[in-house]
């Protein structure tokens, strides 16, 4: 298994912020970047073979990748995105060898606990599908990756849907079967072609719809994806119990 962090975005409403700055390496704490916080928790559940895709301000996060390596006993590949001024669907497409023999990905933009890691990892060894951590304990808002579940697992994950009709909502890590990952490479590919500013979770929406994918609730935690700056306040705020 092993761990993929998509890092390749612009992170525009971040600016000034992330004029030459991958948001990922936005500090979160004294000694640690969001970029850092991922590390360190997929290291703390066994998973040490990491690939990073970059785009924007590529070479920042190429400096700190030996950083990373060092701090956490890791190994660090890193992955470039010719296009990071399309959505994420084609960012994933790009790291296809590094989840082909199964992975746990990760946004790049998401202050998260290593607990969750462990819960994707514990529920794949019964269930082959893709599984989505879901928080199904917040209260939801128009903005949030919403999931519907149906008999099957995952009927609907978009953001445009009723929030009542959702059983939570995605918050940006998910494990990868190697079994499903040729699917998935193909169903990424359909999905960019069709409209590069489409995201990986439209390419999951299509493996969705023949019942191939699953949820794990996160429990009761605190995490943030960081868009803005209000977020990025949060997520420091949450890093001092990481």
């Known amino acids: 298994m092993r761990g993929v962090i998509l890092a390749a975005g612009q992170g525009q409403r971040l600016r000034p912020d992330t004029d ?22 997929l290291a703390a559940v066994g998973v040490t073979e990491l690939a990073v895709t970059v785009g924007h301000a ?34 994933l497409w790009t790291a296809r060898e590094h989840y082909k023999g199964g992975a746990i990905l990760v946004n790049g933009d998401t202050l998260h606990p290593h607990s969750i890691e462990r819960r994707l990892l514990a529920a794949a060894a ?9 928080d199904d304990h917040k209260t939801l808002t128009d903005e949030a990756m919403k999931v519907r579940i149906g008999d099957r697992g995952v009927e609907l994950i978009h953001k445009a849907q009723p929030i009542e009709a959702a059983a939570g909502e995605y918050i940006g890590v998910s494990l990868i079967p190697a079994d499903l990952a040729e699917d998935l490479t193909k169903a990424l590919e359909a999905t960019f072609t069709r409209d590069q500013n489409l995201y990986y979770e439209d390419a999951y929406q299509l493996l969705a719809e023949v019942g191939r994918i699953g949820t794990v609730s996160t429990g009761p935690v605190a995490w943030t994806e960081v868009d803005d700056h209000a977020d990025w306040a949060r997520a420091k705020e949450i890093a001092k119990d990481l």
């Open 58 to 91: 590529a070479e920042r996060i190429r400096e700190h990748a030996p950083a990373l390596e060092g701090r956490y006993g890791v190994t660090v590949d890193i992955v470039d995105n010719d296009r990071p001024h399309w959505n994420n669907a084609y960012s």
């Open 20 to 41: 030459r700055l991958p948001k990922t390496l936005l500090p979160v704490t004294e000694d640690e970047t969001i970029l850092d916080t991922i590390v360190r928790g």
């Open 126 to 134: 019964d269930d082959p599908r893709l599984l989505l951590a879901l």
